[in-house]
């Protein structure tokens, strides 16, 4: 069975900083594009970072660029999410998934495999 299993979720204040870890199982993705995502309360999915196989190509959105680091571990079977600087807009529960192909790309439909999510909540 396959299992994404994120930690590293927490509590933190504004400026703060969370490392965020994926831990795959019951296949390895070392072939597959990873990708983190996050929900809001009231707000739809969306796209915070990835990466492609190799490591060597990454993506952000916008609003995480020059603040969050994705990275990945292939011998581990291990993704991460360092985030620094964090806003109180940052909030929301922090989901890993495992892409399709490849190749990083944004797009919540490129990805067939997630995991149940980790909190973040960053305070004023």
């Known amino acids: 069975q396959v299992q994404l299993a994120e930690s590293g979720g927490g509590l933190v204040q504004a400026g703060g900083s969370l490392r965020l870890s994926c831990a795959a199982s019951?296949?390895?993705?070392?072939?597959?594009?990873m990708g983190w995502f996050r929900q809001a309360p009231g707000k739809e999915r969306e796209f915070v970072a990835t990466i492609n196989w190799s490591g060597g190509s990454t993506r952000y959105a916008n609003s995480v660029k020059g603040r969050f680091t994705i990275s990945r571990d292939n011998a581990k079977n291990t993704v991460y999410l360092q985030m620094n600087s964090l806003k109180p807009e940052d909030t929301a529960v922090y989901y890993c998934?495992?892409?399709?192909?490849?190749?990083?790309?944004?797009?919540?439909?490129?990805?067939?495999?997630w995991g149940k999510g980790t909190q973040v909540t960053v305070s004023s």
């Open positions: 998934a495992a892409g399709q192909r490849p190749n990083a790309y944004s797009d919540v439909r490129e990805y067939n495999y």
């Open positions: 019951g296949r390895t993705f070392s072939s597959n594009a």
